[in-house]
Each structure stands twice: as C-alpha cells, then as structure tokens.
C-alpha cells in the first residue's frame, strides 16, 4: 500500500503562484513515475505532469512552461511549482503514484484544491 498526502493547494489570484508538495510513504520502493493529475467541477481527470524515479517528465500541454514537477528525495516527496495561474487552472489536484508491476499499480491521494481567482 502507497499513502499520499497533498499539502499546499489554497486560494491564489490569476499570475500568482502556489507550491504543491505530495509526500508518499509505505510501499514506494519500486514506483516507476509520480506526478500530479487535476480535476475540475463537471471535467474528467487530467494529467498535469509526471516523473520518472530516473528524473523524466512529462507536462501536458495546457501547463508546459508555467508548471515544473520535481523530486525531494529527502523527504519522499513529488512537488509542483506552478507559476502563472490561470483561473483554467482551478481544479483539484491529485498526486499519483505508479509501481512497477504485472500489472502497473495505482495509488492516489486525497487531493488538495487549487482556486484561481481575482
């Protein structure tokens, strides 16, 4: 079992900014990616970003260049800087957490809410 935490989501007005963090415990010894997925009101699901253990990402287009994803291996963590909010970029976010397997695992935190607006 993968237990994620989001912390960091809140009220933001349109350019500003907002840091989420996901920190990941339990079994996580062998996760092939972490990332951030979002949902907003009436929408399906989205990717935002994802990362490979090894350091690769992956942005959908909406975010590429105002969002960066990284790692904080000290604390078992997956943060999202995101920069330059949108109010489009309202919605829930979710972290994700995939381990290797036959077949591929998915965990998924609890989600923390992101508002834009002036």
């Known amino acids: 079992q993968v237990r994620l935490v989001e912390s960091g989501g809140g009220l933001v007005q349109p350019g500003g900014s907002l840091r989420l963090s996901c920190a990941a415990s339990g079994s996580i010894f062998d996760i092939k990616t972490m990332g951030w997925h979002r949902q907003a009101p009436g929408k399906e699901r989205e990717l935002v970003a994802t990362?490979?253990?090894?350091?690769?990402?992956t942005y959908s287009d909406s975010v590429k260049g105002r969002f960066t994803i990284s790692r904080d291996y000290a604390n078992d963590s997956v943060d999202l800087q995101m920069n330059s909010l949108k109010p489009e970029d309202t919605a829930v976010y979710y972290c994700n957490v995939v381990r290797w397997g036959q077949p591929t695992r998915n965990y998924w935190g609890q989600g923390t809410q992101v508002t834009v607006s002036s």
């Open positions: 990362m490979t253990v090894g350091g690769g990402t």
